[in-house]
Each structure stands twice: as structure tokens, then as C-alpha cells.
């Protein structure tokens, strides 16, 4: 009967050794402290008198394999190989760009960045979309992203955080949240002209600022009103700014509201009582922003300043008490200051961060702000980060054909890169159909555990375990308040029992 030994010898022959009959072998031995040297049992030389002892050589020979190990080369397609060798793992995408963690499949680390894999051709667009269920660590994951981004010299904003959680992260790296609401005392004036772009001359920059103080007004009166604006309220819309801007170098909305209720110019179209009666339903859609629930927010000079060469500026919403409308006006007051900022050429490459991005996305004008930046961002070199609770978000938002849900569907599709954090079963399908998931990819899923996201880069796929370090642990805690209360509850059911 043929030994162990023998039936594996043919394929550990040393090199430059001619292959025998195994049961011919002779039993090698060799002296500690001389890796590879060989002699037979029968014949000892006094320098190789010593058997390889079972646990392996000692001394400057220990851990060395006296034979090459060879395999026969054997080549064979990608879906054979993969059967006979089933530990296959993605190359991944490089050590370019930040430190994300690690790569579940491979075990090895994961970098990721946008700009770097748009410029070799991996990404079509360096935005993206990161969706999943309830405190599976998304916020953390765009923090983490955010802050490590930093360090590579990328500015982050972040336009609206509803939840004021971005603002502790702001001031630790050096930047500023900019609080508005209920009892913060900040003022801010969204016909603010903004910082100018180098480069820009007096008459280019006017221009600038008088198309962005319209667009600005027509996008908040259309939320204030929830529809379009008709004809005649555009052109009463534009008598008023005109009559505001003749008044001061920095007209506020006040004196807006004002000129729309009691107009004070004629135009060619239309006489000062036309475009009251015109102007009517806008004036008291827009007199909330001065006199209304907002009031304190918008009516004067701005109190606060945004600085676009912070490392990282963040728009503290969580004292606005109220709807997702409410958000959404004051986001788009803000988002003139952010955008004048986004529009510098010069301005470098910079992180958007739309968190809790799914009670945005609800309001048509600022999906429309939104989309136009998500177009604007690789000829300014932006980044967006889109964060939703799941893909059907997307579905959820206006009618069935109408422009709003195209827009939403168009951010979906303008995100070359699509992180999946824990899905529940029923999105699976759906997700996995949105994205163009495999079936092993879809089975995932549900089953991914906090900080674990199924990361869509281009093409490719991979399952990426985030690391976050005990400093960002510290710092990117949103559930203190729920451990503190869980270790109270704790230290009294100890006391009691
Ligand atoms: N990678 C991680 N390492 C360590 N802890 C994590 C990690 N990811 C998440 N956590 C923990 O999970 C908590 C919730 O995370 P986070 O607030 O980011 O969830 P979320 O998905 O943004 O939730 P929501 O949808 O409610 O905004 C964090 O406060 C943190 O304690
Ligand atoms: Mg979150």
C-alpha cells in the first residue's frame, strides 16, 4: 500500500533533482543550520548526519522549505477558474484617495475616491447616492468620508442638517455651522450678492448676482406657494426686485414683499394696480418669510457669513421647528451662498453632503437646485453625496410622470457610484433591479450588519466594512443620548435587583 509520503512526493521533487519512482525515494536528511542539504539515509556525509525532525528544521534553517514548491501553470476562463479556485477576490480599486476600511470579500483595505476614478475612467461622474434603513451608520460613513477628504485638501459643505448633527464635526476640523432657527438669534439675507469669483469684471459680476437674486426669489415663492408661478406673477416678481435693488445696493425681502403688495413702478405691460392684483398671492406667500413663522430669519441684513474657504461649513436646521416646507425655504435662502461659493472655478475640489437628503428631495424647487448641481459637477470639480433611506425614496417624490419624479430619477442616474447599506427583504428586488445587483450581491442585502455597505464603483462591486477610529467614534455619535439612557437604565435595574 502506497504511504502519504509517497503518493505527494512527485510533485515536491527539488529543483535540478530528476523525478523517480516514489517508492525508489531515499529518506533525505539534513543538518540543522543547512537549509536544502541532502543525503542518503545509507551513505551519511559527517555534514548532513541529521533527519529533518517533524516540527522542522531548527536554527538559521527554521521556517525554510527545503523544496520549491511547483505547480504546473494552468490557465482556464474566469468562470472555470473560479469553480476549481474558488477564492477569487476583486483587485479592488487602488490605495488612491481616502481610507474607507475593509474590503469584506478580499479582506483587504478599501480607498476610495471620486475624482481619482473619474480621471481614469472608472466613474462617469464622481457623484453618489449612499441608501439605507435607520442608524446603519450612513451619516457616520459621509463623516468619516467628509473629514479623512479633508486632509487630501477637499472642502466640505453641507447645505442642510436637519438634525444639527454635521455640527460638532464642522468645529472640530476648524470650519463652521451656520445655525438658523428659533432662538439661535442669526439673521441671514438670501439676497446676500455672495462671494465674487476672481477673475469676474463689475459689470459680468452684476449680471451674476441680479440673475441669481431672481432665480433665488422665483424658486422661493414657488415653494411658498407649492406650484409654479404664472406669467403674470413672474413679471410682477421682476417689477418688484427691480424696484427693491433701485433702493438699496442690498435690497432685503422685506421691501420685496412690500413692492408686490404696494407696487411703486409701472411697466410698459402692466400699470401699479395690475401688478398688485397679479402680484397678490405671491406677496402673501412670501410675506411668511418676514412676518410669518419665519419671521427673524430672512427680514434684514445678514448676521452671519459664510467663509467658502473653510475646510468644512455646515447649515445647523435642527431649530427649525416645523414641516419639511419650512427646510426647504430656508435651504434654498441658504443655497445662494452656497452656490456662489460652488460656482468659483478656482474654488478646488469639494464634498456636497445632502444628508437626510429624502425630506429634501420632496420639494420640486430645491430638486431642481439640486439637479443643476449634480450637472454642474465635473466641470467645477463637486462631488455630491446623496443620502436617502432607500432607492424607492426616489419614487415617492411628486406624480407619476411628472417633471419632479424625472428630476429625482435623474439624480439616481447621474450617481456613478451607489453604496447599499442594510436594506429591508421587501427593497431588495427592487433595489437590486435599480442598481443591476447580481443575485449573490442582491442576497446581501438584509444582511449586512452596521457600517457594512455594498459599494456599486462603476461597474464593479464590493462589500466594505467602514473603520471608523475611536476619535471619530467619539465624534460621530448620534446615539450618546440612547446610551446613556440604556446604561441608566441598566445601573438602576443593578441597583434594584
Ligand atoms: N462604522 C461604524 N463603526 C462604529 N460605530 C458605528 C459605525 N457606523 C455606525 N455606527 C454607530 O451607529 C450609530 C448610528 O449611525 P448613523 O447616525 O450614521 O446612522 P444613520 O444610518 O445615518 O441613521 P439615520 O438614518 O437615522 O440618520 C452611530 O452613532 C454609531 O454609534
Ligand atoms: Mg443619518
Redesign the pocket.
Known amino acids: 500500500m502506497r504511504t502519504r509520503n509517497q503518493s505527494a512526493e512527485p510533485f515536491y521533487s527539488p529543483a535540478g533533482t530528476k523525478r523517480r519512482s516514489p517508492w525508489r525515494q531515499p529518506r533525505r536528511t539534513v543538518q540543522a543550520g543547512q537549509p536544502g542539504t541532502v543525503a542518503r539515509k545509507g551513505n551519511p556525509s559527517p555534514a548532513a548526519a541529521v533527519v529533518v525532525p517533524a516540527a522542522g528544521a531548527s536554527g538559521p534553517a527554521q521556517g525554510c522549505a527545503l523544496r520549491r514548491f511547483r505547480v504546473p501553470p494552468h490557465r482556464a476562463t474566469s468562470d472555470i477558474v473560479a469553480g476549481a479556485y474558488p477564492f477569487l477576490a476583486e483587485a479592488g480599486l487602488g490605495s488612491h484617495g481616502v481610507y474607507i476600511?475593509q474590503d469584506a470579500w478580499s479582506g483587504g483595505g478599501f480607498c476610495f475616491d471620486p475624482w481619482t476614478l473619474y480621471a481614469d475612467g472608472t466613474l462617469t461622474n464622481p457623484n453618489c447616492l449612499l441608501a439605507?434603513?435607520?442608524?446603519?451608520?450612513?451619516?457616520?460613513?459621509?463623516?468619516?468620508i467628509a473629514t479623512r477628504s479633508i486632509a487630501f485638501g477637499r472642502r466640505v459643505y453641507v447645505p442642510g442638517d436637519p438634525?444639527g448633527?454635521w455640527s460638532v464635526v464642522a468645529e472640530a476640523v476648524g470650519g463652521a455651522a451656520i445655525r438658523l432657527g428659533t432662538g439661535t438669534g442669526n439673521r441671514l439675507n438670501p439676497l446676500d450678492a455672495g462671494p465674487r469669483p476672481a477673475g469676474l469684471d463689475q459689470a459680468a459680476w452684476e449680471q451674476e448676482v441680479a440673475r441669481r437674486r431672481r432665480t433665488l426669489l422665483g424658486a422661493l415663492a414657488a415653494t411658498a406657494l407649492g406650484r409654479p408661478l404664472a406669467a403674470v406673477e413672474h413679471t410682477a416678481l421682476d417689477a418688484a426686485l427691480g424696484a427693491a435693488c433701485s433702493t438699496a445696493d442690498v435690497p432685503t425681502l422685506p421691501v420685496v414683499v412690500d413692492q408686490l403688495l404696494t407696487p411703486t413702478v409701472t411697466l410698459a405691460a402692466a400699470t401699479p394696480a395690475e401688478l398688485a392684483r397679479d402680484g397678490r398671492d405671491l406677496a402673501h406667500a412670501l410675506r411668511r418669510l418676514v412676518a410669518g413663522d419665519l419671521a427673524g430669519l430672512f427680514d434684514g441684513p445678514s448676521t452671519v457669513t459664510f467663509d467658502p474657504d473653510l475646510p468644512m461649513v455646515s447649515l445647523d436646521l435642527s431649530a427649525i421647528q416645523g414641516s419639511d416646507d419650512l427646510i426647504a425655504l430656508v435651504m434654498t435662502c441658504a443655497s445662494a451662498w452656497m452656490e456662489a461659493a460652488l460656482a468659483e472655478p478656482d474654488g478646488g475640489q469639494r464634498w456636497v453632503i445632502y444628508?437626510?437628503a429624502w425630506r429634501l428631495i420632496r420639494q420640486p424647487a430645491l430638486l431642481a437646485r439640486m439637479q443643476s448641481q449634480w450637472k454642474l459637477s465635473r466641470g467645477l470639480g463637486i462631488a455630491n453625496l446623496l443620502?436617502i433611506?432607500r432607492l424607492s425614496d426616489l419614487e415617492a417624490v411628486g406624480d407619476a410622470n411628472s417633471q419632479a419624479r424625472a428630476l429625482a430619477q435623474g439624480l439616481l442616474a447621474d450617481c456613478s457610484t451607489k453604496i447599499v447599506?442594510q436594506q429591508e427583504v421587501s427593497e431588495t428586488a427592487h433595489t437590486a433591479t435599480k442598481l443591476g445587483l447580481t443575485t449573490a450581491e442582491q442576497d446581501q442585502l438584509p444582511d449586512l450588519q452596521?457600517?457594512e455597505g455594498l459599494w456599486r464603483v462603476g461597474q464593479q462591486a464590493f462589500i466594505v466594512?467602514?473603520?471608523?477610529t475611536p476619535a471619530e467614534?467619539q465624534l460621530?455619535?448620534?446615539?450618546?443620548r440612547m446610551?446613556t439612557l440604556t446604561s441608566a437604565r441598566t445601573r438602576a435595574s443593578e441597583e434594584t435587583s
Open positions: 476600511g439605507g434603513v435607520l442608524g446603519k451608520g450612513k451619516s457616520f460613513l459621509a463623516k468619516s438634525k448633527e444628508d437626510e443620502i433611506h447599506y452596521r457600517g466594512r467602514h473603520v471608523a467614534t460621530f455619535d448620534t446615539s450618546a446610551s
